[in-house]
C-alpha cells in the first residue's frame, strides 16, 4: 500500500504534511514517487491567496480520473482549504474527495484507512491503532527521511488570534494555541535522533508563543530549553511580528550560540495609513525602532520581511514610502505579494479592492527590482570571505548546498564526499542575488552526537 502527498503553501503545511505521512507508514504505507502509485492521494492546501487556492483545485481535477479508474483509491483534502469549522461547499463540489481534514490533523484519515484495514475490528482496538499512528512523540519524519533529512520545520503556536484585516489563516486555522514546552522539545529531540541537525520553529506569530498560557513560558524560554537538546546544531524561528518581538526574545538570539541570526518580521508596508488599514497595530517608526534595536544588540543579523502590494486604498505615494522603507533598511530578503482578496475576511467584508491588477504588477516588479538590487550588493560583499554553512542536500546538477547562519544559500562542487549534515567552511568565489557559490575551505566537521 502505498501513499501520496501533494503540498501547497508555508511551512507549517510542510510540516503537517511530514507528520501526516509518519502516520500513515505506522499504518503500513508507503511512500510513492508518482500520485498513480498510489492507494492514498493527498492535497494539502493554502487558501492564502486566489492562486495557491486555484492551485489545489486544479489538483484534485488532476486525480478525479485516477479515482474514477480505482474506485477503491483514497483522496483526501488537507488544509486551510478545508478549515477547522469544514467547508460543506468543498464537499458539494468534490464529491470524489473521501475525507477532508483540517489544518494540521490528520485523524481524519487515519480513522478512515484504520476502518479499512479491517471493518471488524473492535472499536477499541480501532482506537488503540489511530492513537499508535498519531502518537506525538514519534510523529515527526516519515521513514523515507530519517537519517538523511538534515533541516525540519516544528510547529509551535498553530492557529491566529491577531486577526489582521488581509488574513484568512485566524479563520482557516482557529484560534492561538502554544503547544507545551515538553511536547516540542520532545519532538525536537525525536528529530535530532532521526538525523535532523536543524529545527525551524514556527507560528503564524511565533513570538507571540505563551502568550495564551497564563503565566506561560514565551519564546525565549522555548528557545533556551530548545538549545539543550544534544544534536541540533542551529535552531531557527519564523514568522515574528514586529509588536511581539521582546528584548527577551533579541537576548536569546545574541546570547544561545545555537539559535541563528536571522529574524523574518515581516512589515507588510511602509505607509501609517496602510498599516492602520490591515489592523497590524503599530507604525513604520515602532517598526524601525525594532530593526534598530535587533541590529545594535546582533550587528551580523539579517532580517527578511513580507510586503504587500497593492492593498485596498494604496496611493502610489504611500507605495513609495514603502519603497523608500526597503531602501532605507536594506532588507537581507523580502518577501512580496499582490494583494489578493480572501472571502471572510475584514478587508474582503469592509474594504474596496481598488488598486488594479496592472498596477499591482508594477510595484510587484518595481519592488522586486529593487531588493534584487540590494541583495545583490549584499551577497557581492561576501566574495572572498569564508562562511560557514549547514549541508543540506545535493542538487540535480550536483552540487551540493546549505545555509549560512544568517540565512544565505551557499553552493559548492565536490563529488568525492558526503557533506550532508556537516557544517563546512566555504570561500565565496562568486555571488548573484539569491544565492552565494564557493569551495570547501576546511575538510566536514563530524555532525554532533
Given at each position: 500500500?502505498?501513499?501520496?502527498i501533494?503540498?501547497?503553501?508555508?511551512?507549517?503545511?510542510?510540516?503537517?504534511?511530514?507528520?501526516?505521512?509518519?502516520?500513515?507508514?505506522?499504518?503500513?504505507?508507503?511512500?510513492?514517487?508518482?500520485?498513480?502509485?498510489?492507494?492514498?492521494?493527498?492535497?494539502?492546501?493554502?487558501?492564502?491567496?486566489q492562486?495557491?487556492?486555484?492551485?489545489?483545485?486544479?489538483?484534485?481535477?488532476?486525480?478525479?480520473?485516477?479515482k474514477?479508474?480505482?474506485?477503491?483509491?483514497?483522496?483526501?483534502?488537507?488544509?486551510?482549504?478545508?478549515?477547522?469549522?469544514?467547508?460543506?461547499?468543498?464537499?458539494?463540489?468534490?464529491?470524489?474527495?473521501?475525507?477532508?481534514?483540517?489544518p494540521?490533523?490528520?485523524?481524519?484519515l487515519?480513522?478512515?484507512?484504520?476502518?479499512?484495514?479491517?471493518?471488524?475490528r473492535?472499536?477499541?482496538?480501532?482506537?488503540?491503532?489511530?492513537?499508535?499512528?498519531?502518537?506525538?512523540?514519534?510523529?515527526v519524519?516519515?521513514?523515507?527521511?530519517r537519517?538523511?533529512?538534515?533541516t525540519?520545520?516544528?510547529?509551535v503556536?498553530?492557529?491566529?488570534?491577531?486577526?489582521?484585516?488581509?488574513?484568512?489563516?485566524?479563520y482557516?486555522?482557529?484560534?492561538?494555541r502554544?503547544?507545551?514546552?515538553?511536547?516540542?522539545?520532545?519532538?525536537?529531540?525525536?528529530?535530532?535522533e532521526?538525523?535532523?541537525?536543524?529545527v525551524?520553529l514556527?507560528?503564524?506569530?511565533?513570538?507571540?508563543y505563551g502568550?495564551?498560557?497564563?503565566?506561560?513560558p514565551?519564546l525565549?524560554?522555548?528557545?533556551?530549553t530548545?538549545?539543550?537538546?544534544?544534536g541540533?546544531q542551529?535552531?531557527?524561528?519564523l514568522?515574528?511580528?514586529?509588536?511581539?518581538?521582546t528584548?527577551?526574545?533579541?537576548?536569546?538570539?545574541?546570547?544561545?550560540?545555537?539559535?541563528?541570526?536571522?529574524?523574518?518580521?515581516?512589515?507588510?508596508?511602509?505607509?501609517d495609513?496602510?498599516?492602520?488599514?490591515?489592523r497590524?497595530?503599530?507604525?513604520?517608526?515602532?517598526?524601525?525602532?525594532?530593526?534598530?534595536?535587533?541590529?545594535?544588540?546582533?550587528?551580523?543579523?539579517?532580517?527578511?520581511?513580507?510586503?504587500?502590494?497593492?492593498?485596498c486604498g494604496?496611493?502610489?505615494?504611500?507605495?513609495?514610502?514603502?519603497?523608500?522603507?526597503?531602501?532605507?533598511?536594506?532588507?537581507?530578503?523580502?518577501?512580496?505579494?499582490?494583494?489578493s482578496?480572501?472571502?471572510?475576511?475584514?478587508?474582503?467584508?469592509?474594504?474596496?479592492?481598488?488598486?488594479?491588477?496592472?498596477?499591482k504588477?508594477?510595484?510587484?516588479?518595481?519592488?522586486?527590482?529593487?531588493?534584487?538590487?540590494?541583495s545583490?550588493?549584499?551577497n557581492e560583499?561576501?566574495i572572498?570571505?569564508?562562511?560557514?554553512?549547514?549541508?543540506?542536500?545535493?542538487?540535480?546538477?550536483?552540487?551540493?548546498?546549505?545555509?549560512?547562519?544568517?540565512?544565505?544559500?551557499?553552493?559548492?562542487?565536490?563529488g568525492?564526499?558526503?557533506?550532508?549534515?556537516?557544517?563546512?567552511s566555504?570561500?565565496?568565489?562568486a555571488a548573484?542575488?539569491?544565492?552565494?557559490?564557493?569551495?570547501?575551505?576546511?575538510?566536514?566537521?563530524?555532525?554532533?552526537?
Amino acid at each position: 500500500m502505498r501513499y501520496y502527498i501533494h503540498t501547497f503553501g508555508c511551512q507549517m503545511n510542510v510540516a503537517d504534511s511530514e507528520r501526516l505521512a509518519s502516520a500513515l507508514e505506522k499504518l503500513g504505507y508507503q511512500m510513492a514517487e508518482q500520485p498513480e502509485q498510489a492507494e492514498v492521494l493527498v492535497v494539502n492546501t493554502c487558501v492564502v491567496r486566489q492562486s495557491a487556492e486555484e492551485r489545489a483545485y486544479g489538483w484534485l481535477h488532476m486525480v478525479r480520473p485516477l479515482k474514477e479508474r480505482r474506485p477503491d483509491r483514497v483522496v483526501a483534502v488537507m488544509g486551510c482549504l478545508v478549515g477547522v469549522k469544514g467547508n460543506e461547499g468543498l464537499r458539494r463540489a468534490f464529491p470524489w474527495v473521501d475525507v477532508f481534514m483540517p489544518p494540521a490533523d490528520p485523524r481524519p484519515l487515519v480513522e478512515f484507512l484504520a476502518r479499512r484495514v479491517d471493518e471488524g475490528r473492535a472499536v477499541a482496538d480501532l482506537e488503540r491503532m489511530v492513537r499508535y499512528a498519531l502518537q506525538d512523540e514519534e510523529l515527526v519524519l516519515p521513514l523515507s527521511e530519517r537519517g538523511r533529512k538534515v533541516t525540519a520545520y516544528v510547529p509551535v503556536v498553530h492557529g491566529c488570534s491577531f486577526g489582521c484585516t488581509f488574513c484568512i489563516i485566524p479563520y482557516r486555522r482557529g484560534p492561538e494555541r502554544s503547544r507545551p514546552v515538553g511536547q516540542v522539545v520532545a519532538e525536537v529531540r525525536a528529530l535530532a535522533e532521526q538525523g535532523v541537525r536543524e529545527v525551524t520553529l514556527l507560528g503564524q506569530i511565533v513570538d507571540r508563543y505563551g502568550k495564551d498560557i497564563p503565566d506561560g513560558p514565551d519564546l525565549a524560554d522555548l528557545l533556551q530549553t530548545a538549545h539543550e537538546v544534544e544534536g541540533i546544531q542551529r535552531i531557527r524561528f519564523l514568522t515574528s511580528h514586529p509588536g511581539f518581538m521582546t528584548d527577551r526574545i533579541i537576548e536569546a538570539v545574541a546570547e544561545l550560540p545555537k539559535v541563528c541570526e536571522h529574524i523574518e518580521i515581516p512589515v507588510q508596508a511602509g505607509n501609517d495609513e496602510v498599516l492602520a488599514r490591515m489592523r497590524r497595530g503599530y507604525t513604520v517608526a515602532d517598526y524601525r525602532r525594532v530593526v534598530e534595536k535587533i541590529r545594535c544588540r546582533i550587528p551580523n543579523a539579517s532580517i527578511a520581511t513580507d510586503i504587500i502590494v497593492g492593498f485596498c486604498g494604496e496611493t502610489e505615494e504611500q507605495f513609495m514610502d514603502t519603497y523608500r522603507l526597503v531602501e532605507e533598511l536594506a532588507f537581507d530578503v523580502v518577501h512580496i505579494a499582490k494583494y489578493s482578496p480572501r472571502p471572510g475576511t475584514v478587508a474582503w467584508r469592509a474594504l474596496a479592492d481598488d488598486v488594479p491588477p496592472e498596477e499591482k504588477e508594477r510595484r510587484f516588479r518595481v519592488l522586486e527590482e529593487l531588493y534584487e538590487r540590494i541583495s545583490r550588493r549584499k551577497n557581492e560583499a561576501l566574495i572572498g570571505q569564508t562562511v560557514e554553512i549547514l549541508v543540506e542536500d545535493r542538487n540535480e546538477k550536483g552540487k551540493w548546498f546549505g545555509r549560512t547562519r544568517n540565512n544565505k544559500l551557499v553552493f559548492f562542487e565536490d563529488g568525492d564526499r558526503d557533506w550532508r549534515g556537516q557544517l563546512v567552511s566555504v570561500c565565496i568565489t562568486a555571488a548573484g542575488p539569491w544565492s552565494l557559490q564557493g569551495v570547501p575551505a576546511t575538510p566536514p566537521s563530524r555532525s554532533a552526537a
